[in-house]
């Protein structure tokens, strides 16, 4: 039997105070990294306010205070973790607050999951804690995929305790599963897909193995896919769905974005601390001192295979493959070994790991910290805005998408969002997408909806304006300058485009705030 299908505590002697020093500078580093959510009142990820402002219209529901242009319509969805926990936390706390503590406790997930699977699976810690502080800012979570973040940290717990349970009575297994497909269901449904699929390698490679038989293993597969398979009966019996209509492939951007993954606001952060990380993996995985157990090989070649052909767009969601770096990155540590030849190599690696981590760390804090004067000149804008008034919002860039150019303004994009509840306003760009968010807008305002929309180009707007619009305006927008009274144009302040039409209230370094003279 290998070492790696029977856990020890055993701690070679020489060792001891190697291991000392490592758990020594893991708790440190753990402590900084959880530092920017501490210290940001409102996080500077790109969905972050998006979330936030539909948090607040779910905990003001049925109250004097609810907005009057979104009505909450609850159906068996996934990707509802944060909807069906905050507002529960908001009754004991703010609703900022608890927002945050929600990503915090995601934080925990992932990096308390990464733990725990490594210990079920080795009997010790040793790579996983490095490998999830090295990615808890990835792309992924710093452009503020919450539920996605706390889906895959509960899938980390799940599938470590399964993997305790794995040679126990089967009633065990089969109850624990049952638990966590139910929870993974509601928190988001790529995680729950991450559970199956982790899970599912994992008993295919005990056939290979030969420590299953083909009956027992699929019995085992089949008693992992019932619950799941009821669960989505049920969505259909009730009229429920995942997300909406929609799937594409950008093929082009596979290569790209394992060098892109590490840090979701300098490309050149990224590549440098991605290179930095890869580059020796592969060197160590060459002279065999970096090994995959059997199990662990299926599941990276399965990775592999599902991020190649994976959709980058599934069910409306977006930077599906993507999402899938970082659930390798964080699984796979627990299905390997790293053996250093000697302490000079192995205090080499822990300060590179170390390096990696706090170098996009540091990038995290340059770019939150003064993120906190920004939103804040946002809200203090929203004073000057009629309460119930109809908000738009457009960009000095070219388009909605994310503005690869400068991946530091890109947290700005949702921030007139909040708008619904600081001045109970209607904002197009509000997350509402059926079958994500029980929120949606109420009838007299739906035409304008964009649930998933980015900033509308100045450039389009004035186009309209002006009386030269293009044959493809979307209708929300066809006659802006009517249906809202007040229009946000994010990025560095410029000249009035249309001085007869807008009224300039409010001037920051990332917006100015116009107000619209109606006309006919």
Known sequence: MSSFDRPSLTIPARYGSERSV???????????????????????????????????????????????????????????????LVPQLARLMSVEDATRLFLLLSQLLIVGGALLLEWARKGRVHLAGFAALAFLYCLPFSWGFVNFEFGLGLALWGIAIYLMLAEGPWSLRFGANLLFVAALYAAHFFSLGIYGATLGLYELSRIRQQRTSYLVAAARLGALALPALVLFGIMQMTAGSIGSEGTSWFLGFKPIWPLRILNGYSLTASAVTGLALMIPLLF?????????????????????????????KLFGTAFVDLRVIPAAALILPAFCSLSLPSRAWRSAALAAISGITLINLAVVLAVWLPYRADYAAMIASFHKIDRGSRILVGSTGDNGDPPFADLTSYPMYYAPTLAVHYANAFVPNLFTEAGKQPVRPREAVRRLAIPYGGPVPSELLTAIATGQPPADVPPFIRNWYQDYDYLYVLGPPAANPLPDLLEALDTSERFVLYKIRRRS
């Open 284 to 312: 160590a995985a060459r002279r065999g001192v970096l090994k995959l157990e059997p199990a662990g090989l299926w599941l990276a070649i399965g990775f592999a295979l599902l991020y190649l052909v994976i959709p980058s």
């Open 22 to 84: 490592a758990i020594a500078v893991l708790a440190v580093l753990a402590a900084v990294s959880f530092l920017p959510v501490l210290l940001s009142p409102i996080p500077a990820m790109v969905d972050y306010p998006n979330h936030l402002a539909r948090m607040y219209i779910l905990s003001r529901n049925g109250t004097a205070d609810a907005n009057p242009y979104y009505e909450v319509a609850w159906a068996f969805y996934p990707n509802l973790g944060m909807d069906l």
